[in-house]
């Protein structure tokens, strides 16, 4: 295969499992998010990827060869760091032609290769500074130019936002976006930001407890969830344990509600968990009482200006609901409130 | 409104100024002390180096160059240039040893960092005499140095290993190589582990890391650990006495030869201060030379 392929790998720290059992394909020149909470294994799998850490198990393979084995400085991938890890005692250009020093290129070669990413990066004549004269975001975009600057196969990016400030951070996801589209290189960025992994990738790979647990199209994740933890982790959800009735049809208490599809393995009266999206939720008047529609009591209302959050109690379930203020009937904590939840929007997860 | 605001404002200044006279006042003391302690001293060293020297180990004050044209003679400055170059072999030889050192004790287990530092801590308990003599001990001609040596075949006939150039070198290296680990223990224990793993990523093999990266980065550390090490041997007196030739005495032995079996305190005191000028040149020229780089990077 033409790209990084990676195949069962398993890495323990002691007792611990880090990263179990990994299987990902990355086609050459995929942007890819390595997402999930803090300790899932995400910069483990990437250090592995990186040469920095050897797996126990499994393999990886760059374009169909097996580079397992092969230490971080033959490999050759370039890497920028949370810490950004820039060399204090080198100037902004010495800094970018660490690795061309190495490939011994030539002053001439060297200088114009530092111009040539400087301004990639937009950070031209600046090739004298001190790293220590630079602001966050010009460090920032020092470290990509850095490891941009030999070439390399693929592009690692452990965190490397998690420094700046809301705004500059947006700046620069875009500015690496288009940066990686312009380059056509394989990137794999480890974020535990789901709103910078969803803006910025091709394919998601949701990871949890060392397994990818869902991996796939932004989109088809946020509306088609694999499972309760990246029904969780991916946007908010509303989860609600049910019992199966038939392929479309399961019991929540005392409600009867049609969903989608139950997942081919539950049975007819087995557990599981209805999972649907507080955007997905109307709340209507009784008069208006269809199909799939739970009465719940309103606990709180959060009015936001752009959306009204209501907090509801469902059957001693909290629910979240949000709604347009143009919808919102304007009812108060104490309220009974009755709402539809459509078929459609309405997943079966494991229990 | 304007009334109240000029009322605060002198009330806003005191608290810093009572502050300020609270700090001079606690400095003060150690100031003092400071003063009296280094000072007092230098200068009686310095008015004794320009005395007059008498027969029968006298001296009456004066304010002649006498001792000072002493120095000049190539006798004492053979011994001098050897007293700092010991000093500096034994600053490079120290740093290069407990740097890697430092480096492999601050990436260990959290429990190993501190069994080895407190095992260093404890080696400084040892005085240097207890040191020397023991170093007498282990390579003397029956020592177990010796018996290990012919034993592996790298020794055909025994005989002690002292008194030798070898001996004093590697007694004043064993002297300072805990203080130096501890001394740079804190600045290496600091460096960013992404540092290195960032080069090696950029195609640089660890010893290359090490030598162009994590060295460069420490720099600043590493030169004030050679200072110490310079400082403090190149007075040594003890090590090379015991365990040298007469032709490996350093100027601390001199110094006391020229004070105990000649009685010749001002040349003595003369000798001492020239080794203090020599010492804060440099001092001077290491920090002309720190600057200089510093002005380069």
Known sequence: ?351 | MTDVAADTRPAEADPARTERMVLTGLLALPALFLTVLSLVPLLLLLQLSVAHHDEGGLWRPSLELTQYAKLLNPQFLKVAAFSISLAIGTAIVSVAIAFPAAYFISRMKRRAQVAWLVFLLSTLSLSEVLIVFSFQVLLSGAGAMVKTLMALGLMSSAHSLYPSFGAVQACLIYVVLPYIILFLYPAVSQLDDDIPAAASTMGASPVWTFLTVTTPIVRGPLLSAGLLVVIWTVGTYLTPLVLGRPQNWTIGVQISNAAMTTGDLPLAAAQAVALVCAMVGLLGLTRWLSGQKDAQA
């Open chain 1, 1 to 351: 295969m033409f790209g990084l392929e990676i195949t069962g790998v398993t890495k323990a720290f002691g007792a611990h499992k880090a990263v179990d059992d990994v299987s990902l394909a990355i086609p050459q020149g995929e942007f890819v998010c390595f997402l999930g909470p803090s300790g899932c294994g995400k910069t483990t799998l990437m250090r592995m990827i990186a040469g920095l850490e050897t797996p126990g198990q499994g393999t990886i393979a760059l374009n169909g060869k097996d580079i397992t084995r092969q230490p971080a400085n033959v490999r050759k991938f370039g890497m920028v760091f949370q810490s950004l890890a820039l060399f204090p005692h080198l100037t902004v250009g010495e800094n970018i032609a660490f690795s061309l020093r190495l490939q011994g290129k030539d002053a001439r070669q060297r200088k114009a290769r530092i111009e040539e990413l400087l301004t990639l990066v937009r950070l031209p004549d600046m090739e004298k500074r001190a790293v220590s004269q630079l602001s966050g975001g010009q460090r920032q975009r020092v470290a990509i130019a850095r490891a941009l600057a030999q070439e390399p196969p693929v592009f690692l990016l452990d965190e490397p936002f998690s420094a700046l400030d809301a705004k500059l951070r947006e700046e620069m996801q875009i500015e690496l976006r288009l940066l990686q589209k312009r380059l056509k290189i394989t990137t794999i960025l480890v974020t535990h930001d789901q709103r910078e992994a969803m803006s910025m990738a091709d394919t998601i790979a949701v990871m949890g407890e060392g397994r990818i647990q869902q991996h796939g199209g932004p989109l088809s994740i946020y509306r088609d969830p694999a499972n309760k933890f990246v029904a969780n982790f991916i946007g908010l959800s509303n989860l609600l344990p049910v019992e199966v009735l038939d392929k479309d049809t399961v019991r929540f208490g005392a409600n009867i509600l049609k969903v989608a599809s139950t997942p081919e393995a539950s049975r007819p009266s087995t557990l599981a968990t209805l999972s649907i999206r507080p955007e997905d939720i109307q709340i209507t008047s009784a008069d208006q009482a269809q199909d799939n529609t739970v009465a719940c009591k309103i606990t709180f209302v959060r009015d936001m200006g752009s959306s009204v959050e209501v907090h509801l109690d469902c059957e001693g379930r909290d629910l979240l609901s949000v709604v347009q203020p143009r919808d919102w009937t304007g009812a108060g904590a104490g309220d009974i409130a009755h709402l539809r939840l459509p078929q459609n929007q309405c997943r079966v997860l494991a229990a």
